[in-house]
Every structure is written in C-alpha cells, then in structure tokens.
C-alpha cells in the first residue's frame, strides 16, 4: 500500500469563518502584487508576514502554480474536455472503474446525509464521476464540478482535486483559498489515488460542499478512502503477480544462472536460483519488490550492484539474465540449440523456450534461451504458423499457408531444413511442429485482449504482424489482428493507450484515433500539438 505524506492540519475548524475569510481577501491582493525580480529565490512566494500569514503555506504555493499557469480569478466554470461518448470510454478504460462502488458506498453516507458531493477524477484532474443529492449537484454544476469537466490547477487554479494531484498529498482548500472568485463559496477535501504496480498517481478523491458545511476533517475522511481504494488496486496486483509467477516461475526456475521476473512497470515478480541471482542486501529473496529502469526488449538493465542483464521479452514480462560475477553466464558448447537441450531430470521450465519478436518490425527475431536468432522472412512466416498451430501442420497445408495455390511440399521440406539448421531438433516433422515452449508477441497480444487488459495489449502491439509478408495466412492474422487491437483501443482504451496506438504505423495515420485523441487529452497536455499537427496534415491529404 501507497503511504502519503502527511498533510498539515486546515486550521479553520476553530476560527470565525468571516474574519478568515477577509484575511485571505487581503492575502490575494498582496500575492498578486508585482513580484521582486526574477533573480530572487523567493519572487515568486508571498511574504511570510502581513495578510500573508493567515495563508497556509501549501496555498500560498498553489497560487503560484496557478498564476505560472495563467489562471485568473475571474475564471466562470472549470473547462469541458469529455463529450459524452469520450467520457464513457475515459470510465471504462480507468483503473479505477471496478472500484467505482466500493468508493460510492463508502462516501454515499456524507454526502446525501450532509449535502455534500463526492468527484472521482483522474490523473489530469478530468472528473469521471460524481455522486450527491440533486440541490448540491445543480449548484455543482454552475461551476463545471461534474463529470467531464477539467479540475487541474492549470484549469481552474487552487483546489481540492488539483492541488491533491500537484502536491502528491491530502489537501483541503477553503473558501477564498480558490483563486476562482466563483468558487469562494465552496469547500473541498481531495486526496490522490496512486497505483501501486506503476507507483504512478492515477487519480483523485473529493469531497466538496458550500464552504459553511465542510469540516476540515473532511481531508481525513477522503485520505481514507483513498488509502481503501489504493488497497484494492494492490490486491489486483497481487492477483496479477501471482498469475505471471504460475506461468512464467517454471521458466526462471529452469534459468543455470540465476535471473529475475521483471514486470512491464520494472517490478520484480521473483527471482531464481543460482549463484548470482543474489540481491545485495542478501539472498535472491531480497529481489522481490525491488523497482528496477523499465526495460526495453532486448535492451540492458542496470541491477543495483552495477551489472547489466538483457530484457528478454515474455509477454507481459520480462526474463532477465544475470549475468555471474565473472562477467558471463555459463553456456554449454555447440551453439543456440546445444544450450537449450533440457538437462536430465530438470524440471518443467527447464526446456528449451523460443521468444518471437514478430510485431512492427520488417527484421523479425527470435532468441532461444535468450540466444539472439536472427530470422529470414520466410522462416518468421514459419515460425508465426506454427506458433498458431501448435498441433502441428502437415506439409501440404504449411505449404499452401505460406505460398497459397503456386506452394508446394518440397518447397517447404528445403526451407524446413534450412531452419532446423538453426534450431536442431525443436522442429519437429509428421507433422511438422516446434518441440519447445514458444512465448510469440502477438500471441500474447491476442491473449491480453481476451482477458480485457487494453492498456497492456496496445502497449506490447508494436506495429502490424510481418508488415512485409505476403503468406496468406499470416495476412488474414495481420488484418484480423490489427482490426481487434484498433477497435478496442478506440472504445476501451483511454488516452493513454490511443498514445500509445498512434505510435505505431497503422496509428500514426488513422483519423479517428487523433480526433479521439483530441476530445479525451486535456488542455496543455504536452501531446496535443503533435496529435493536432498530424490530424491537420491528414486532412490536407499531405
């Protein structure tokens, strides 16, 4: 579980509303005094006495934020930035969206019993949902605090939602705390949600209400709340870990030594045995639950101890190799094939296994026990089917898989043996099949979609299957594949993941995504110029 700095205490549970009131009148005034010069350290924070003192210092900060920002008090209403559609796809795609009633009930209390109104927002300050009794929501409304509506500092300045999400912490704004003129009537507690597999803040939690009503132990109420909810999120994970280490220990426990399971987010799942699979602090027990550099597939990692272990991908994970103190681990003689020969008596996960990096790439490889394969097209486009079929093909139907009518057996026998030239006797025949574990990256894709994760699937599809394959049944699975990743992307995915899908080739130039991509990211997000760039380019036919 996530634990939050502690907020310091609202001091305005015991004070006459009015005459507070009328000192942070006066502490606006000074803020917005022209400031000394810019060389000065402090130019930009309010004087420490005066009107200013009755300004917490976490306010008087916000404030700065929100003038760097631009903000000015005359502000109406927070900003639009979800339609309809687009804010039923921000729901959907939101971590937060199974949790949704566990929050409600937890809150529902407060706010219909007190009129107060609760706001769920995400990571931008973009409220995704809200609860209260309808006189509450109507006068929330004139001011934009409803789903749709953006409540960052950068938007609307000090508040309960913005000012939790920039400082990392529980935050209660005041009444004329807000830099909006239109908000001094309202109060607000909010406290950020933070996800505990990406360590990332993914959200926010608000309770607000006209300022008279909110008592600033509210921040307390939303800070656990917050916490619940960041618990919830963890046991996810854990369910999450626990299904990765049942695929994918057999594996590690299989590795001669030592290595680690390392998540997308740079989490290490486990860690197996060997002489170098110990962890600095002792013992390779004392890898688990270290956070390592987010790996790159392929690409090294740096352990803590200064040695640096290549990023295999396995699906959603990663299987790093450790590399022993000598500088190398040890490889039996005779090539990529003699070293994944299992050994007698090894467990399961002790076999040979052949990674296939096939997505977006006109230079598909493969490593076999991390043993780098460089591959021809023709046989990426074996090795794709029979990743697919992994029965086996006879070689008629490889053949006409791959050539369609103009194939034929004896072709496929020369190219065969050229492969098994490479891969020893993992390629089996009658029929012909691979004799190993195979851990293929559009495999998995299709998996992660099954099991609804669209984040993690548009984030592992790099790009089409062999872009440059012209077999038959390697292009129905490229169409039929990028079809599902599309769609789903488009109606599950979230800006983040329509991000990530506009990377690819097919996505860089698909209109509907940037003119998605525009209705869901929120002003300033530094994205928008390149997403409105490449949308006005579409549109002139350039």
């Known amino acids: 579980m996530v634990v939050h700095d502690q907020a310091a205490p609202a001091p305005h549970a015991c004070r006459e509303p009015g005459d507070l009131t009328r000192g942070i009148a006066l502490a606006h005034e000074a803020a917005h005094q022209p400031v000394r010069g810019r060389g000065d350290p402090d130019a930009l924070l309010p004087p420490p006495a005066g009107p200013m003192a009755a300004v917490r210092r976490a306010i008087a900060e916000s404030w700065r934020r929100s003038r760097e920002a631009g903000v000015d008090g005359g502000v109406r209403a927070a900003p639009l930035v979800f339609d309809r559609d687009a804010l039923a796809d921000a729901r959907g795609a939101h971590p937060l969206d199974r949790h949704l009633p566990l929050l409600r009930d937890l809150l529902r209390r407060v706010a ?13 300050g973009h409220a995704l949902w809200t609860h209260g009794p309808p006189a509450t929501r109507r006068a929330a409304e004139a001011v934009g605090l409803t789903a749709g509506f953006c409540w960052s500092e950068g938007s609307v300045g000090t508040n309960g939602i913005g000012t939790a999400l920039a400082t990392g912490r529980p935050e209660y704004v005041y009444a004329a705390e807000h830099v909006a003129r239109v908000l001094h009537r309202w109060s607000c507690a909010g406290a950020p949600i933070t ?21 600033p132990a509210t921040v307390a109420l939303v800070a656990a709340v917050a916490r619940l909810a960041e618990a919830r999120l963890e046991l996810d994970m854990r369910r999450r870990d626990e299904g990765l280490r049942e695929r994918f220990l057999p594996r590690l426990r299989g590795l001669r030594g030592g290595g680690l399971l390392l998540t997308a987010t ?12 110990a962890a600095p602090d002792g013992g390779a027990d004392g890898w688990c639950g270290r956070r390592l550099a987010v790996p790159v597939p392929g690409g090294a990692v740096t352990l803590p101890d200064g040695r640096a272990a290549v990023a295999e991908p396995l699906g959603e994970v990663f299987l790093l190799r450790l590399p022993s103190k000598r500088g190398l681990q040890e490889r039996p003689a005779g090539g990529p094939a003699a070293a994944a020969v299992a050994r007698p008596g090894a467990g399961p996960g002790a076999g040979p296994l052949l990674t296939l990096t096939l997505l977006g790439t006109d230079q598909p490889s493969a490593r076999l026990d991390g043993a780098h394969l460089p591959l021809t097209p023709r046989h990426a486009e074996i090795l794709a089917l029979l990743a697919l079929h992994p029965a086996g093909l006879t070689g008629d139907r490889l053949s006409w898989y791959l050539y369609g ?106 209109l509907e995504v940037l003119e998605r991509l525009r209705a869901v990211l929120p002003p300033g ?7 409105a760039s490449r949308r006005d380019r579409l549109l002139a036919g350039e």
């Open 525 to 531: 997000d530094p994205r928008l110029p390149a997403v």
């Open 195 to 215: 996800d505990p597999d990406s360590g990332r803040v993914i959200g926010c939690v608000d309770v607000s209400a006209i300022a008279e009503t909110l008592h």
């Open 112 to 124: 219909d019993e007190s009129d107060h109104l609760m706001v769920v927002a995400d990571e931008a």
């Open 405 to 510: 009518d103009a194939g034929s057996p004896g072709t496929v026998r020369a190219e065969i043996h050229r492969l098994r030239a490479q891969l020893g006797g993992l390629v089996h025949a009658k029929p012909y099949r691979l004799g190993c574990a195979v851990e293929a990256d559009f495999r998995t894709v299709r998996r992660l979609l099954d099991e609804g994760d669209v984040t993690a699937a548009v984030r592992l599809y790099g790009g089409e299957l062999l872009p440059g394959s012209d077999a038959p049944a390697v292009r129905a699975e490229r169409d039929e594949l990028a079809v599902l990743v599309r769609r789903q992307a488009l109606d599950r995915g979230g800006a983040d993941a329509l991000w990530t899908y506009a990377q690819t080739e097919p996505g860089r130039a698909d």
């Open 266 to 277: 740079g989490r290490v799942l486990a860690a197996g045995p060997g002489p170098s699979a």
